[in-house]
């Protein structure tokens, strides 16, 4: 017998794909096709929780909406995007690589904007109530107020520990008796580092709400012009602080320097362009604000791991290959993005 979510997925136009050997055998892998957007997605639901992987290929501006009142039995939902270009609408947040999302079920109907010629690619975590009461409750000793601040708080560190775990996931294709147990052990390491961020939050001192919105419009104009040059006596005088305090504050807040979050919010945006154009490399440079490519390149590296012309193959691969003994005719098909 099907489980709700299984019906909640198939009433979108998902389609099992049986035998499917795309990704781990624990799991049901389902494929969508439609005139917006085809790809794969793959979940393993237990009592206590649901790992899911998105892998799609969004042809066109494509609108998606998920009633979260369909799905009661889910607590809060939590996913790591490997590579996104889009925007959340409700409430407005933007999709970019390298990001974690947090939701509580309240029975809202989540809405997003994916942009078209980009692939969406994400692992998440949906929370039954039995691992909230278990691990939160009995263990942790949390009420539920604090509980439901736990998911409503965004902590900017955790998309670099859920990256590790999300990758941990994809790439785990065994089939054996102690399958069980590892996402059972992924799925409460997740929930730790989004415990730990809340907790590290509280611990700090807390920096007054009036300098929460300036810090803010620091970083929304940061974003708004990285193409430019953007000196901190500018930023100081956005935030209305003097530049001892607003470096001070900033390291405070974001756990890095002003810097830092600079050339990490551009390598983000190269990251981007690199993923979803044919710019040349230094044009890409250029639109983030170098001049000099080898500079470009050494940041690039640092903040992602490789080099710009090596992002190209890993992000625009699928995160898993075809089948080559699944009798699916979709799982024989080119890979999404080449």
């Not at 929460?212 to 930023?235: F, G, M, R, S």
């Not at 100081?236 to 979050?261: D, G, P």
Request: hydrophobic share 35%.
């Amino acid at each position: 017998m099907k489980s709700s979510y299984e019906n909640y997925i198939e009433n979108k136009g998902y389609t099992q794909l049986k035998h499917c050997q795309r990704f781990a055998p624990q799991g049901k892998t389902y494929h969508l096709r439609s005139e917006n957007m085809e790809g794969f997605y793959w979940v393993l639901e237990t009592d206590c929780f649901a790992i899911n992987i998105h892998d799609f290929l969004i042809k066109k501006d494509s609108f998606s909406q998920h009633d979260l009142s369909k799905l009661p039995q889910f607590y809060a939902f939590s996913s790591y995007t490997k590579c996104a270009q889009g925007e959340q609408l409700s409430p407005y947040q933007p999709l970019s690589p390298n990001q974690a999302h947090l939701t509580l079920n309240k029975g809202q109907t989540m809405r997003y904007l994916l942009h078209a010629n980009s692939n969406y690619q994400s692992v998440g975590i949906n929370f039954k109530e039995q691992i909230i009461h278990d691990y939160l409750v009995e263990q942790c000793q949390l009420n539920e107020d604090k509980i439901e601040n736990i998911f409503q708080i965004a902590h900017p560190l955790i998309a670099k520990d859920l990256e590790r775990i999300a990758n941990e996931i994809v790439n785990y294709k065994l089939e054996n008796m102690a399958s069980t147990l590892f996402y059972e052990i992924k799925a409460k390491e997740w929930l730790s580092v989004i415990l730990n961020a809340y907790q590290l939050s509280k611990c700090k001192h807390a920096v007054c709400p009036a300098d929460e919105q300036a810090l803010a419009n620091v970083c929304n104009y940061i974003k708004d012009h990285l193409a430019t040059q953007i000196p901190q006596d500018l930023l100081a005088q956005i935030a209305m602080m003097s530049k001892t305090k607003l470096k001070n504050c900033f390291k405070q807040q974001y756990k890095m320097t002003l810097t830092e979050f600079i050339q990490l919010q551009r390598m983000k945006q190269a990251k981007q362009l690199l993923i979803s154009t044919n710019l040349e490399i230094s044009d890409v440079a250029k639109s983030v604000g170098y001049q000099s490519h080898s500079r470009f390149a050494n940041l690039f590296k640092k903040y992602m791991g490789l080099y710009p012309h090596n992002i190209r193959q890993q992000i625009m691969s699928p995160l898993s290959q075809g089948c080559q003994s699944c009798c699916n005719e979709q799982c024989q098909t080119k890979k999404l993005l080449t």
